[in-house]
């Protein structure tokens, strides 16, 4: 099975960078995936990491170690827009495209 | 932009009625899937399909059923809704290629919030 493990809830100020971290275990994956949910809203999708090391959309960027179970989201210039919870996610492994989701982290951005 | 979607997008209806949430995406996946979330909670997976003709129970037991008759549809199914069944129902679907290699990104429908009475 898999298992993710996120912090439940964060804050954070305005114009700051904020890190989300995500660990997890499991027998095998394809990727980790971020997803970004505003109250009452469905899930988006942020980024996709397959390999490890960081990528960089815009102000969201995202890390994945393997070998240590661990990814991070990393949010620079904080809006407060950006108030809403992100979702750690684990795509399954082969061909097999079910997706676990962690519980996610809500974050509150304060002016 | 993602071209998938739900209907109705909010439903209130009284105990024991039979309901059937829409889900309807243009993109050509051949995965979908039906989630099921509580306000403030986690998603849990109650069905998926690999394709025409193929479903799946998911995670969570659910007392619902689905179908998938056509690629771009799958509609999911309440016999005799109850109050348990009050909460927000979420299709997606995934399958799309990415730098030439296919992805296990799920896009999301806009949802539909379900009350039972």
């Known amino acids: 099975g898999q298992n993710i493990d996120q912090p439940t809830e964060m804050t954070a100020t305005e114009g700051a960078i904020v890190q989300i971290n995500c660990t997890y275990q499991?027998?095998?994956?394809?990727?980790l995936f971020w997803y970004q949910q505003h109250a009452g809203e469905a899930p988006t999708f942020l980024s996709y990491?397959?390999?490890?090391g960081l990528e960089e959309k815009g102000r969201f960027s995202s890390f994945l170690s393997r070998s240590k179970g661990y990814s991070y989201l990393l949010l620079k210039e904080l809006q407060m827009k950006d108030s809403a919870s992100y979702l750690c996610?684990?795509?399954?492994?082969?061909?097999?495209?079910?997706?676990?989701f962690g519980i996610g982290t809500k974050l509150q951005v304060i002016p | 932009e993602a071209d998938i979607y739900q209907t109705p997008r909010y439903l209130v209806i009284g105990t024991g009625k039979k309901i059937t949430l829409e889900c309807s995406q243009t993109?050509?996946?051949?995965?979908m899937y039906w989630y099921q979330q509580d306000p403030g909670m986690e998603l849990h997976l109650i069905h998926y399909s690999y394709g025409v003709n193929s479903t799946e129970k998911g995670d969570l037991s659910s007392e619902s059923t689905v179908s998938r008759i056509r690629t771009e549809h799958f509609p999911l199914t309440l016999e005799s809704a109850r109050p348990s069944h009050t909460s927000q129902y979420l299709c997606a679907s995934s399958g799309g290629l990415a730098g030439g290699h296919l992805t296990d990104t799920q896009y999301f429908g806009p949802g539909t919030r379900l009350t039972v009475l």
């Open positions: 499991t027998s095998g994956f394809n990727g």
């Open positions: 990491n397959v390999l490890d």
């Open positions: 993109m050509g996946h051949d995965k």
């Open positions: 996610a684990l795509g399954g492994s082969g061909g097999y495209q079910k997706v676990t």
